[in-house]
């Protein structure tokens, strides 16, 4: 028997489901905290937000980076992964954007996440910082517009769930 690369394990790994779309074993599940969970046009628009601010250096990746940049109080778009194992990894992160009035959104793969900040590695969580370290505010023409509309669709999210979790109601 050979060894088998990587990208035939990960192929071994695709099983086909009895509607006959493809999930990978494990990865289909989502954490229960996932919310804001962003729909499939939202979490595409946001990826390719992620991947132009990439180009320009304005993203913090990592869960170290993304908690030191919320208490130093830098102000962006927190992107996190929905599948996350385990979610305990993650968890305080939500609190503290809340806290400082940072938007969040989930999206449901780590993988993609990872993807579209050009690295090979899964993320977990990244903020996108317009205007880099400096943190001027002021987001590059390149991604301003597609960056604009996902903070606006992810603060609205939030305010919504913040309501219905005010009221008693967690909507699923």
Known sequence: MGKSSKKERRESAVLEDTDGDSALLGAEQLAPIAHPLADKKLAKKTLKTVKKATKHRHVKRGVKEV??????????LVVLAGNISPIDVLSHIPVLCEDNQVPYIFVSSKEELGGSCSTKRPTCCLMIVPGGKGASGESHADYKDTYDECFATALDLNKKLVATAAAGTVVA
């Not at 908690?67 to 962006?76: A, E, I, T, Y």
């Open 67 to 76: 908690v030191k940049g919320l208490r130093k109080g830098d102000k962006g």
